[in-house]
């Protein structure tokens, strides 16, 4: 009889924990001496809310002695050492499986994985609103494909298992099914992938393309894929060459598009107490300048546009112009990032530290373990005070004191770097016993992880 756990929002088949024991013992440390070093670390990442912690509350950094193991610090470890030490433990983390998904939980719902196509129906009738929305989602995470004989396209959107919504709301209204994506690896979370094919990706296709303006020439491409096998081989290699260049077509846009957009691509950040900005990355240009346009006209919003380490950005600051588009996008359906909006709007300075800890939470693990804590950010804050302030004194020909100001912020990055170190160590030793922990047990996981 196979065997499930509850995992938030999805069920995970138990595995087996021999591989993960093997590879502890290559890096001399026990899952005991994890769970031991966990219990007292930092929280790690975020999942849905509506569960309670399983992990302690840690102490203050700094004060937990993980003496004698490899990969775990100790107080008398340099920032070299510590450095080396997470550099092992991410090394570890790449070759740590998770379980695998095999359903989910949304609206109140089970769903079994994968989701099929016989238990769903497109809808008839559909939302222009809605439809723009779910094109501006596609244009930014979702992807074309040929079939492998040619006899047709794929429409395909992965995402998170933390966020099956999005995905649910595309099988509503296009039909197609959900299935696994990709398995969990380290820090590489699960994936759900919701596909469809054949006629049902043709209708799709033709919808979305009404809306949609960095895609708009694939889907009309994948709308009107051709019978014969020689002009299916030209339409392959135009669908390739699409891919390649900016293919956008300027268009009409709207404020659901711009919020489906954002749902997939955008950023909502923090700067210091109560700075807040939203940020937009893309390969090329076309679709944000469209984007731009729309802000300025409807808004008189300033959105510019800039290139950045081969990225295209497009920039939104002021915290009062931030809160206004957030509020906008979610009345307009906004559905992956709803929480951080929410959060970004009720930011205020007396709950700034919560609120960045929270957003924090809310996205991915691409800088997990490099985020700033509120000591962290308390530190940077001082530390760039004080160069300013002998910035001023330098300029003022006040030199000795500009040295002696300068020499205590080399102390101070220092010890910033080193708590940040240990830090980073201390979360990076409560995912791994996180992630072995799912392997093993039948437990519901908490709103403190993923």
Known sequence: MRKFWSFGSVLMTRAPRAATQRMLGRLLIS???????????????????GSTSCVKTRPELGMADFSGER????????????????????????????????GFKAH???????????????SELLDPKRLSYLA???DGDGCVSFQRNLSGCTLKVDQSFVQPEILLLFRDMFGGSISRGGDGKGLRRPLLSWQV????????????????????????????WPDEQADRQVANVELRSLKQYDSAVVGTCSLEYITGFFDAEGYVGQRGHTS????????????????????????????????????????????????????EMLR????????????????????????RAALARMVGNQRFGQKLDKSGVGRAFKIKCLQSRAGSLLRQGEVKEAEAILQEVAGLKEDHQLLNAQRE??????????????????WQVTDNYM
């Open 71 to 102: 990969g775990l610090y100790h107080s008398g470890d340099t920032l070299t050492e510590v450095q080396e030490k997470n550099k092992q433990l991410r090394s570890f983390l790449q070759t740590l499986s998770w379980p695998r998904l095999t």
């Open 276 to 327: 807040l900005f939203l940020q937009l990355g893309q390969k090329h240009s076309t679709v944000l300048h469209c984007l731009q346009g729309f802000l300025q006209s409807e808004f008189r919003v300033n959105a510019p546009v800039r290139f950045y380490q081969s990225l295209y950005m497009m920039d939104i600051s002021g915290t009062s112009t931030c809160k206004f588009l957030l509020h």
């Open 197 to 224: 094919y054949g006629s049902l990706a043709r209708h799709a296709a033709h919808l979305l393309s009404t809306h949609s303006i960095l895609k708009k020439r694939q889907l009309l491409l994948a709308a009107a």
């Open 31 to 49: 899952p005991a001496t994890f769970r031991a070093a966990a219990s007292s670390g930092p929280a790690s990442p975020d999942l849905p809310s």
């Open 108 to 122: 109140g719902k089970l769903f079994q994985l994968p989701v099929s196509l016989k238990e769903s129906s497109p």
């Open 332 to 355: 307009a359906g906004l559905i992956c990032k709803a929480q951080q909006a929410e959060a970004a709007i009720g930011l205020t300075l007396d709950n700034c530290d919560d609120t």
């Open 425 to 442: 160590n201390q979360e990076l030793l409560q995912y791994i016993d996180w992630v072995q922990g799912l392997q093993g047990n039948f």
């Open 136 to 138: 501006g989602f596609f």
